[in-house]
């Protein structure tokens, strides 16, 4: 269970879907069930870090493998050196939410949440900006 919200982008404890505030921002904690994301120590996300890591080398893996099947007797290295390239500039900025949600998960499932967890701050309430007069 705690994968398949990771993998849907989803609070890994609750499912709460809006745990980011853009591609590349996660929310410091759940508005639904308050478990704050950054558990425990300092550089936390490392560990998301090595996710990202190990899933692009996987996608990398798997691409040349591809490539080399694909156009096997005579691979075509120009195809497979262009498209690594390529794919190896691109995953990691397209898979950094997944890594994030998958690691936070690993660390739920090794680490069950306790109470201090739970103990997300209050954010005030951001207050709209008053109008100008005449605009």
Not at 15 to 36: K, Q
Not at 45 to 53: E, I, K, P, S
Request: charge should be positive; aromatic fraction near 16%; include cysteine.
């Amino acid at each position: 269970m705690l994968v398949r919200r990771a993998l849907l982008l989803r609070c890994p404890c609750c499912g709460e879907r809006a745990i980011f505030t853009s591609w590349f921002r996660m929310c410091d904690s759940c508005h639904r069930c308050g478990l704050v994301f950054q558990r425990g120590e300092r550089g936390y996300w490392l560990g998301a870090w090595f996710v990202n890591l190990m899933l692009a080398e996987t996608l990398f893996c798997a691409w040349l493998a591809g490539v080399l099947w694909w156009t096997w007797p005579a691979p075509d290295w120009a195809l497979a050196q262009w498209s690594a390239t390529a794919l190896m500039l691109t995953c990691p900025f397209a898979l950094f939410p997944w890594s994030r949600t998958l690691y936070l998960a690993f660390d739920l499932h090794v680490r069950p949440p306790d109470e201090a967890d739970f103990s997300a701050p209050v954010e005030p309430a951001r207050r709209p900006r008053p109008r100008a007069r005449g605009a």
